[in-house]
């Protein structure tokens, strides 16, 4: 049995690249970027008025002008044409190109206009103000990502200003589902009064569509050894195996030894955590094999901890920092292990809040929780306004 932490650092030293791929921008959503990519040209390509108002001169304003003729209006997507002489202005729109001649806007509320004369009511504070100038954001050929990340929204949407039609992201990995268990039954059949319907499965499924990834086979086996090593010997032709339940010490867990006479190598059994102590994992050398407990919290766990640092590893991505919150309320210790329990980011100042969970097989798997949160092994009960270490769900 080793501690979680312990097993993160194996699983990530198993991580490789699945390659790269080619995709286009509608479809880079939730896609981990990855290559260079440079700004082709300056940003803002002009300088741009951040305001509505009149362009001018601060040579004027310095000289004491306060009154000017307005000489042209300015649109976005428009520039000027015409010149632009002393005692002069320009009435402009927010997002329109300033031309050169002019180096100030005066905010529209700051002017007073009288048919095509345009009088400052309000200095500017400096040149240049309400005008964002060229290249202030990015120069031509200048890097703007060249590390790993993922699309996010904000991602996608500079991708988009930058020209970037086709964009290079690391191929996702072949995924291969097995859940188990006699008393497990699909989701649309009829159940009867010792059976359960299969919420793992699409737990798994939901978790994985977080990166983009639909499962490349899906089989159920029952706890049967021979129909297990027949959905294995399918399976770990993939690059990633998950396996959900019967992985504990009962009559019927057959998925260790099975593994094992299907030739994965057992990195580790058993964590030192609760829920989700039964964990198992894997490898073939080319196909990583995670074998989770069956109850549903207990999977959601094992998911976090392990699962999600290996994909992030092999995609290239940094582990994401421990984060921290006090808790709103006081919460007993229960165990000597580490115990992980649903808890939801809360309030302002943000508290984590305790959500109700009545063990690992409560299928409502700590409902609403947006955190994991850690109660350590070596510590008693936690008083209320602790800091404890969570990781987002």
Known sequence: MISYTAAQEAVRAKAHSFGTETVPLDRAYGRVLTGTIRA??????????????????????????????????????????????????????????????????????????????ARVKQLPARQFLNIAR?????????????????CEPSIVGLLASLGQKE?????????????????VVPVDAPVGPAQIRNSNRWLLQSLLKKWQIDPWYYQHAPDDKAVLRAA????????????????????????????????????FHK?????????????????????L????????????????????????????????????SFKKKHTPLDEFFPARIHGDPAHL????????????????????ALHPAERPDLAAETPVVYFNL
């Open 40 to 117: 082709d040209r300056d940003y803002p390509p002009f300088n741009r008025a951040t305001m509505d108002g009149y362009a001018l001169r601060w040579e004027d304003l310095q000289k004491g002008t306060l009154e000017f003729q307005v000489v042209e209006t300015i649109f976005a997507g428009a520039g000027a044409t015409t010149g632009l002489p002393p005692g002069a202005c320009y009435k402009i729109m927010t997002g329109a190109p300033v031309p050169v001649a002019a180096d100030v806007v005066i905010r529209r509320e700051d002017t007073e206009e009288r048919g095509s004369t």
């Open 134 to 150: 060229r290249g202030e954001d990015l120069s031509a050929g200048e890097i703007v990502i060249d590390r790993p990340c993922i």
């Open 167 to 183: 964009l290079m992201v690391a191929k996702l990995p072949k995924i291969a589902m097995i859940t188990t268990g006699d008393e």
């Open 232 to 267: 294995l010997d399918k399976a770990l032709t993939a690059d990633v195996v998950i396996l959900c339940g019967g992985v504990s010490a009962g009559d019927a867990d057959y998925v260790p030894e099975m593994l094992e006479a299907s030739g994965v190598i057992r990195l």
């Open 271 to 291: 964590l030192a955590i609760k829920p989700g102590k039964p964990v198992w994992c894997g490898t073939t050398g080319s196909t990583m094999v995670f074998a």
């Open 293 to 328: 407990p069956g109850n549903p919290f207990s999977c959601l766990v094992g998911f976090t901890l392990l699962i999600q640092p290996y994909l992030q590893a092999c995609f290239g991505l940094p582990g994401l920092p421990p984060l921290s919150l006090p808790l709103s």
């Open 353 to 372: 809040q305790l959500v109700s969970l009545n063990g690992s097989g409560d299928i409502r798997q700590g409902m609403q929780a947006n955190a994991l």
